[in-house]
């Protein structure tokens, strides 16, 4: 998964992995800030959306940086 801002800048990536368990290995040598995650499916399921939507999406430093600047974050899903 990878998403942008209205600036332009990509946020971190979001890899999910098919499978029971997420090994280490599978992380080593990824693109920095790259997120990672399992599925049974290997497809963005219920768990992985919630895990991407708090943590590259609505992490506490964009909720608090929005509150002290007065800013109104919405989110356009398509």
Same mark, same amino acid.
């Given at each position: ?30 693109? *920095?800030? /790259?997120?990672?995650?399992?599925? =049974?499916?290997?497809? !963005?399921? *219920?768990? /992985?959306?919630?895990?991407?939507? =708090?943590?590259?999406? !609505? ?8 509150? =002290? ?10």
């Amino acid at each position: 998964m990878f998403a942008g801002t209205a600036a332009g800048q990509l946020l971190p990536l979001y890899v999910v992995y098919k499978s029971e368990a997420m090994w280490d290995m599978w992380r080593q040598g990824g693109p *920095s800030n /790259c997120r990672y995650n399992r599925s =049974k499916c290997g497809w !963005f399921d *219920s768990v /992985c959306f919630h895990d991407w939507f =708090k943590t590259v999406i !609505f992490t506490m430093e964009v909720l608090q940086a929005c509150e =002290k600047h007065k800013i109104a974050f919405v989110c356009l899903l398509t």
